[in-house]
């Protein structure tokens, strides 16, 4: 994983080369200046050797002056680098994420996927940047500090560093722990976000039931279990920060104690004990550094694990010689289909049928029977167990999912709108379309001329899901997406049952327009919008229980007929 980490600096190398090199000076800089101030104190004032003194003090301000550039570039430029980083990886991320099956999203909420790509690479980046900058600081100054108390005063170079091992053995200690509090604390904030997201995508549902308490419930029971998580993590935080504290702290007293005990015995003189003072101040701000590296680590690092789970999820392959569709005719046929959702049972079991280019098919029956999911394995949203689905004479398999999908037109009940204007949406269905093949859909699909009477027109913005539009001012707009796509194959999940008659009524129309010398598969719930239909399927649970036309099933008198009659009864 951590080789995975790096391959990101590739596009930011020369930065980081940069980087490392202003903090590698800096690092050099800090160790300059306790040696001065030793000189200072042993030779120059004592040997009033006031031009030295006075040059070297100039040197020192100007290795300060030389920290403000460094610590500029390190600030700003550091940063961007992780801008850049991060910017990558959610790039990468969100192409991953068109590319995986429906079955992925079936399983993964959309505010956990939103944590993972906002939070969770926001703290990969403050690693990306932070992470190897403390970290070879903090080697150069620990490795400098010794070398340099080392020629002061070897044997008290050796007590100072003593309490090194102690350090590692507590960060080895409580690493583990941090790595598995941090990575539950990541969890927790994917559920929060999934419970926000859901609430306010859904607080229209939440008014109309007076389900307020409900949703601050659900709320508050995620938000309970991040401030458990938050806790523990807080906790070995905690432990790791007061252990660490410690073992400065006590750094500190051991090296008074010591360096007075050397200056007593005549081992050490004045400028040295102050060198030695200086030089633990720069051993302390590394051993610091250390310490916040090693919870930026475990903070940027799970959340890097999380991103690499998406990243991991398999996407959709298509299969080994596939090509392009091309000069669709529309033949479909399905053969001994068999379909079910994970572990559970089956929701279709050797389906077979065939419908004619140009025919128009409606499937009706109880819900649960299959219908919707028969749709979505036509363009492959989900994979067949077994059996095969052909078109024109061909495995769709052997086409692959961009050229299949170009060929499908769907429209289903419940439409979804981009935020952003009538024509964006519509621009869905063919994106280097022109206005007058744009306009021309809308007319198709009965909806140009209320969108001309809108103060805006086509550039009238939506709304989140469209929700500035009625009903059937939605369901339009989905339709003159398909008449702008104009595939040779239509799907209508369905697409009308949502409205009121009247509405149903004009969205009949424009629907068989659209159908009009296309192979139209439809679901439909009314089932008087499917009288014309070329053939009729009723699936349930069972299978394919009825075939016909609307004439011989009614005269069938079998379930067809009595789903008929029920709905006649109930419209009378």
């Not at 432990?239 to 504290?245: D, P, R, T």
């Not at 086509?458 to 707009?477: C, D, M």
Request: charged share 25%; net charge negative; aromatic share 12%.
């Amino acid at each position: 994983m951590v080789k995975r980490f790096i391959s990101y600096y590739k596009p930011v190398k020369k930065i980081f080369i940069i980087d490392m090199v202003c903090a590698f000076v800096m690092a050099v800089c800090d160790l300059f200046y306790p040696m001065i101030t030793r000189n200072i104190i042993n030779i120059y004032v004592p040997n009033q050797q006031f031009n030295l003194m006075v040059t070297w003090l100039v040197a020192l301000g100007l290795i300060y002056l030389l920290k403000v550039g460094l610590n500029y570039y390190i600030t700003y430029y550091g940063h961007i680098m992780g801008v850049i980083m991060q910017a990558n990886m959610r790039k990468d991320i969100f192409e991953h994420l068109q590319d995986l099956p429906f079955v992925f999203f079936d399983e993964n909420k959309t505010g956990s996927l939103t944590s993972r790509i906002i939070n969770d690479l926001m703290e990969v980046s403050e690693l990306a940047h932070h992470g190897p900058e403390d970290l070879f600081i903090s080697l150069i100054m620990l490795v400098g500090s010794f070398v340099m108390l080392s020629t002061i005063n070897f044997p008290l170079a050796l007590i100072v560093f003593s309490v090194v091992p102690f350090l590692i053995l507590i960060v080895m200690k409580l690493r583990i722990r941090m790595s598995d509090t941090f990575l539950e604390t990541r969890e927790t904030i994917g559920e929060v976000n999934a419970t926000i997201e859901n609430s306010i995508s859904g607080i229209r549902v939440s008014k109309a039931f007076s389900n307020k308490q409900n949703e601050i419930d659900k709320f508050e029971n995620n938000n309970h279990k991040f401030q458990t998580a938050r806790k523990k993590a807080y906790k070995v935080m905690a432990e790791f920060h007061v252990s660490s504290s410690f073992v400065i702290d006590f750094l500190n007293i051991l090296v008074l104690s010591a360096g007075g005990i050397f200056f007593f015995k005549g081992w050490i003189n004045f400028g040295d004990f102050a060198a030695f003072i200086l030089y633990i101040s720069n051993f302390l701000n590394p051993i610091r550094k250390l310490i916040n590296f090693v919870e930026q680590y475990q903070s940027g690092i799970s959340g890097f694990k999380r991103f690499t789970e998406v990243m991991d999820a398999e996407i959709e392959k298509d299969e080994p010689g596939a090509a392009d569709i091309e000069k669709v005719i529309g033949d479909i046929q399905f053969n001994d289909v068999t379909f079910s959702y994970g572990d559970d049972k089956e929701i279709l079991k050797d389906i077979s049928f065939k419908i004619d280019a140009g025919k128009t098919v409606a499937f009706v029956g109880p819900s649960g029977g299959g219908k919707t999911t028969l749709c979505h394995l036509i363009p492959r949203f989900y994979e067949t167990e077994e059996g095969t689905i052909s078109i024109d004479n061909k495995d769709i398999k052997d086409f692959t999912r961009k050229s299949l999908r170009k060929s499908i037109g769907i429209v289903q009940q419940d439409v979804f709108l981009f935020t952003g204007t009538i024509y964006d949406n519509i621009l869905c269905g063919k994106l280097d379309a022109t206005d007058e093949e744009i306009q021309h859909a809308a007319k198709m699909a009965n909806i140009h001329d209320f969108i001309m009477d809108l103060p805006d027109g086509y550039n009238t913005y939506v709304g989140e899901r469209g929700v500035k539009l009625s009903g059937g001012q939605k369901q339009r707009i989905s339709i003159a997406r398909v008449f702008l796509k104009n595939p040779p194959i239509l799907i209508l999940d369905e697409a009308t049952s949502a409205l009121d008659n009247a509405t149903e009524l004009l969205i009949q129309n424009s629907l068989e327009e659209l159908s009009k010398g296309r192979t139209t598969v439809v679901v439909a719930h009314r089932l008087s919008t499917i009288k014309n239909a070329d053939e009729i399927i009723v699936l349930t649970d069972k299978g394919i229980q009825e075939k016909g036309r609307h004439e011989d099933l009614i005269k069938a008198e079998g379930i067809y007929a009595e789903l008929y009659n029920s709905q006649f009864k109930n419209l009378a």
